[in-house]
């Protein structure tokens, strides 16, 4: 440790250089020798010292305790007088300045030793008292709870920056007045005003929590917080002592749960409007195709029976009910691939890729996979993801290429879809469905659903590739 | 083969079963045709029975078609076996040939069943003239994509991005940073593109990615 730097106070040469003497020997150093107000001034200038001993009564028109008033105000210097005054008036004046002690004239060398040792001691217990005390204080303002402590009169004794922004108050202008004067709260669910909130959460037992109020704006806008806790402190007397209120804007948390819900909304409604829209389209395709041409069979057949060119009218009715079998067929493959039931998804999905497309080129590769893992559901949903892929490739991406990769690893099935089209926005994929674009939210639920990862990576120049982690049948992936 | 015909008819349908009988009897009237609406009960007539041909639906409650036709072709049931079917699509096709089925008949041309009957029992195979189509498409698109495209290994736009930085010898994560795409995604890839050109590790895979002259 350095040495503790002094400066002497003493307009009394003889005395001065009796205690430059003493403090050198106790292995002080001394920085300077001042006997009067502006000396001490210039010497401060050029280096600070740890502790000054003064003399009260020193050459020039400030007295010691004038310069002792100034030093603490500008470098917080710990002070000890030296006097042989001791009338009333002085001592007053002097103990305004807090000093860390006083040494009476004359003195003995031990004296000087062990009061400038108390001195040190004590000023660095409470530097650190102080400093420790601002880091807390700091930490309480830097955090985004709002925090206040109201005292045992119900008086407020600090609010923190977080609690000033919530409520607009500021603790400048609300530090003492009474708590419940200057935040009135309502009730969460019927507004009203709640008129001792001391009683409403029956201060008097422990920590009690709340999740929802009011807080009432000077401007008159209600702040919904949360998340809040009312804690009392109580004396070893059980005596209260001070209560402590914390809590959270919730503003945010309110918008993003009914942003939140919307979407649920929106969904759900998706996947009722999906089923009406699926039933209608089936509904068509039964009344205009297979429907046509049943009609089409039983106008014929009177022709069958009655007409001179039988064997004509004969061909007409098979092609007319064979056209009725081929619509069936296609109608209940629309619905469900009869495929999926009997062969591997793998093979499903190389048909998929096989079947005519004039605006997309499908290619389809896949390595080994365990097909015995993958069950019925499985197999549809994997399918129904390439095709809605394949469908928004076409519709919004204008993609010439598709690819669709299939790939084993130990627990599970990567399928990864890549297209060569324009790509779109990935984060504002959730405003898209609160457009009325389902595709993409029926491709994650589908994920969802088969507790598999999803990772959707889109851009301009590169396309958009989606990639779909499924674990096999009886197995879990490790979500990261 | 025996003097009268041993023949089972197994669908679901009666009206199906129905309707191939009535066909059936016109040509061979002194036929015994024997009938089965379900797998089990199929392969339990299989065994019980001296059949000469089994007609066989693919859909049925309880097992597929073509799961009872390779339980008796394992069993070597001398029994020939015609696939009468509603799926005309080649997949169906080309297992059922796999499995070594003698015949497949879409019920669409479920007339043809008698002509089928007639190859089998001279011991040929036969396929209805949808089936016979698709055969035939499927063969030529497959001969007209052999002659376009070779056998060689095509990596996508992305693939070729991810590679070439893997090739300078990039992490995951370096690469992800740089495509601005996750690492899990780079992850993804690079198992792809290992899988695809059959390599265990990264060594492997840049000397193959050289060899192929994949970046070229």
Same mark, same amino acid.
């Given at each position: 440790m350095s040495r503790v730097k002094i400066l002497i106070v003493e307009d009394a040469q /003889?005395?001065?250089?009796?205690?430059?003497?003493?403090?050198?020997?106790? #292995?002080?150093?001394?920085?300077? &020798?001042?006997?009067?107000?502006?000396?001490?001034? +210039?010497?401060?200038?050029?280096?600070?010292? +740890?502790?000054?001993?003064?003399? =009260?009564? =020193?050459?020039?028109?400030?007295?010691? *305790?004038?310069?002792? *008033?100034? /030093?603490?105000?500008?470098?917080?210097?710990?002070?000890?007088?030296?006097? !042989?005054?001791?009338?009333?008036?002085?001592?007053? &004046?002097?103990?305004?300045? #807090?000093?860390?002690?006083?040494?009476?004239?004359?003195?003995q060398e031990e004296q000087v030793v062990t009061l400038l040792e108390m001195a040190i001691h004590k000023f660095t217990v409470e530097n650190k008292l102080r400093e420790s005390e601002e880091k807390f204080k700091a930490a309480v303002a830097s955090i985004s709870e709002a925090l206040i402590v109201v005292n045992e009169d119900f008086t407020i004794n600090y609010i923190n920056k977080s609690a000033e922004d919530i409520s607009g108050l500021s603790l400048e202008e609300i530090e003492g007045h009474i708590f419940t004067e200057a935040f009135q709260f309502l009730d969460y669910a019927t507004h009203e005003h709640i008129v001792n909130i001391w009683k409403y959460f029956n201060i008097d037992k422990k920590e009690q929590k709340f999740d929802s109020l009011y807080l009432l704006h000077p401007s008159g806008k209600k702040v919904p917080i949360g998340d809040g806790s009312i804690t009392p402190v109580f004396d070893d007397k059980k005596l209260l002592k001070s209560i402590v209120l914390t809590f959270k804007d919730i503003t945010q948390k309110l918008k993003n749960d009914q942003k939140l819900k919307e979407i649920e909304k929106t969904k759900l409604s998706a996947i009722i409007e999906g089923q009406e829209m699926e039933r209608a389209r089936i509904a068509r395709e039964i009344h205009d195709g297979l429907g046509q041409t049943l009609n089409a069979i039983k106008l014929n057949i009177n022709p069958l029976l009655n007409a001179p060119d039988k064997a004509r009218a004969e061909v007409d009715l098979k092609n007319l009910i064979g056209e009725a079998i081929m619509e069936t067929g296609r109608i209940s493959e629309n619905l469900l691939p009869s495929k999926l039931k009997d062969f591997d998804i793998a093979t499903c999905l190389l048909s998929l890729a096989n079947q005519k497309n004039d605006k997309l080129n499908i290619s389809f590769e896949s390595t080994e996979v365990k097909h015995d893992q993958i069950g019925i559901n499985k197999k549809i949903n994997l399918y129904r993801i390439a095709q809605e892929s394949i469908s928004n490739a076409i519709k919004h991406a204008e993609a010439k290429n598709l690819n669709i990769q299939l790939r084993g690893e130990n627990k599970s099935l990567v399928m990864t879809i890549e297209d060569d089209g324009h790509g779109f926005d990935v984060a504002n994929r959730k405003e898209k469905l609160l457009e009325g674009h389902h595709g993409l939210q029926n491709i994650e639920d589908r994920v969802q659903i088969m507790n598999g990862i999803i990772d959707i990576e889109s851009n301009a120049n590169l396309g958009t590739v989606i990639i779909v982690e499924v674990p096999y049948d009886g197995t879990k992936i490790a979500k990261v | 083969m025996s003097s009268v015909m041993n023949i089972l008819l197994v669908d679901d349908h009666s009206l199906i079963r129905d309707g191939i009988k009535s066909l059936l009897i016109v040509k061979y009237p002194k036929a015994n045709i024997h009938e089965a609406k379900s797998g089990k009960e199929a392969l339990s007539l299989a065994q019980s029975k001296k059949l +000469?041909?089994?007609?066989?639906? =693919?859909? /049925?409650?309880?097992? #597929?078609?073509?799961?009872?036709?390779?339980?008796? *072709? !394992?069993?070597? #049931?001398p029994a020939k076996i015609v696939m009468l079917s509603m799926y005309s699509d080649y997949d169906y096709v080309s297992s059922c040939i796999e499995i070594g089925v003698n015949g497949y008949i879409l019920k669409n041309e479920g007339h043809e069943i008698v002509d089928a009957i007639e190859s089998l029992a001279e011991g040929k195979a036969y396929y209805s003239t949808g089936v016979r189509d698709l055969i035939v498409n499927q063969y030529t698109q497959k001969v007209r994509k052999q002659d376009t495209a070779q056998e060689v290994v095509v990596l996508t736009n992305r693939e070729k991005e991810v590679i070439k930085h893997v090739v300078e010898g990039k992490t995951s994560h370096e690469i992800a940073e740089m495509l601005f795409i996750s690492a899990r995604t780079v992850d993804t890839h690079r198992s792809n593109i290992m899988k695809k050109l059959k390599v265990k590790n990264s060594i492997a895979l840049i000397n193959k990615i050289n060899e192929l002259d994949l970046l070229g």
């Amino acid at each position: 440790m350095s040495r503790v730097k002094i400066l002497i106070v003493e307009d009394a040469q /003889l005395i001065a250089v009796h205690l430059q003497k003493i403090l050198q020997n106790a #292995n002080y150093e001394i920085i300077g &020798r001042a006997v009067s107000y502006d000396e001490v001034m +210039d010497i401060c200038k050029k280096k600070v010292p +740890d502790i000054v001993l003064m003399d =009260i009564m =020193i050459e020039g028109e400030k007295d010691g *305790i004038e310069t002792a *008033i100034e /030093l603490k105000e500008k470098y917080d210097l710990p002070i000890i007088y030296l006097t !042989a005054l001791t009338d009333g008036i002085t001592i007053e &004046r002097a103990k305004m300045t #807090n000093p860390y002690g006083y040494l009476m004239k004359p003195f003995q060398e031990e004296q000087v030793v062990t009061l400038l040792e108390m001195a040190i001691h004590k000023f660095t217990v409470e530097n650190k008292l102080r400093e420790s005390e601002e880091k807390f204080k700091a930490a309480v303002a830097s955090i985004s709870e709002a925090l206040i402590v109201v005292n045992e009169d119900f008086t407020i004794n600090y609010i923190n920056k977080s609690a000033e922004d919530i409520s607009g108050l500021s603790l400048e202008e609300i530090e003492g007045h009474i708590f419940t004067e200057a935040f009135q709260f309502l009730d969460y669910a019927t507004h009203e005003h709640i008129v001792n909130i001391w009683k409403y959460f029956n201060i008097d037992k422990k920590e009690q929590k709340f999740d929802s109020l009011y807080l009432l704006h000077p401007s008159g806008k209600k702040v919904p917080i949360g998340d809040g806790s009312i804690t009392p402190v109580f004396d070893d007397k059980k005596l209260l002592k001070s209560i402590v209120l914390t809590f959270k804007d919730i503003t945010q948390k309110l918008k993003n749960d009914q942003k939140l819900k919307e979407i649920e909304k929106t969904k759900l409604s998706a996947i009722i409007e999906g089923q009406e829209m699926e039933r209608a389209r089936i509904a068509r395709e039964i009344h205009d195709g297979l429907g046509q041409t049943l009609n089409a069979i039983k106008l014929n057949i009177n022709p069958l029976l009655n007409a001179p060119d039988k064997a004509r009218a004969e061909v007409d009715l098979k092609n007319l009910i064979g056209e009725a079998i081929m619509e069936t067929g296609r109608i209940s493959e629309n619905l469900l691939p009869s495929k999926l039931k009997d062969f591997d998804i793998a093979t499903c999905l190389l048909s998929l890729a096989n079947q005519k497309n004039d605006k997309l080129n499908i290619s389809f590769e896949s390595t080994e996979v365990k097909h015995d893992q993958i069950g019925i559901n499985k197999k549809i949903n994997l399918y129904r993801i390439a095709q809605e892929s394949i469908s928004n490739a076409i519709k919004h991406a204008e993609a010439k290429n598709l690819n669709i990769q299939l790939r084993g690893e130990n627990k599970s099935l990567v399928m990864t879809i890549e297209d060569d089209g324009h790509g779109f926005d990935v984060a504002n994929r959730k405003e898209k469905l609160l457009e009325g674009h389902h595709g993409l939210q029926n491709i994650e639920d589908r994920v969802q659903i088969m507790n598999g990862i999803i990772d959707i990576e889109s851009n301009a120049n590169l396309g958009t590739v989606i990639i779909v982690e499924v674990p096999y049948d009886g197995t879990k992936i490790a979500k990261v | 083969m025996s003097s009268v015909m041993n023949i089972l008819l197994v669908d679901d349908h009666s009206l199906i079963r129905d309707g191939i009988k009535s066909l059936l009897i016109v040509k061979y009237p002194k036929a015994n045709i024997h009938e089965a609406k379900s797998g089990k009960e199929a392969l339990s007539l299989a065994q019980s029975k001296k059949l +000469d041909i089994i007609v066989l639906d =693919i859909s /049925l409650p309880d097992m #597929n078609g073509m799961q009872i036709a390779e339980s008796l *072709i !394992a069993d070597k #049931n001398p029994a020939k076996i015609v696939m009468l079917s509603m799926y005309s699509d080649y997949d169906y096709v080309s297992s059922c040939i796999e499995i070594g089925v003698n015949g497949y008949i879409l019920k669409n041309e479920g007339h043809e069943i008698v002509d089928a009957i007639e190859s089998l029992a001279e011991g040929k195979a036969y396929y209805s003239t949808g089936v016979r189509d698709l055969i035939v498409n499927q063969y030529t698109q497959k001969v007209r994509k052999q002659d376009t495209a070779q056998e060689v290994v095509v990596l996508t736009n992305r693939e070729k991005e991810v590679i070439k930085h893997v090739v300078e010898g990039k992490t995951s994560h370096e690469i992800a940073e740089m495509l601005f795409i996750s690492a899990r995604t780079v992850d993804t890839h690079r198992s792809n593109i290992m899988k695809k050109l059959k390599v265990k590790n990264s060594i492997a895979l840049i000397n193959k990615i050289n060899e192929l002259d994949l970046l070229g």
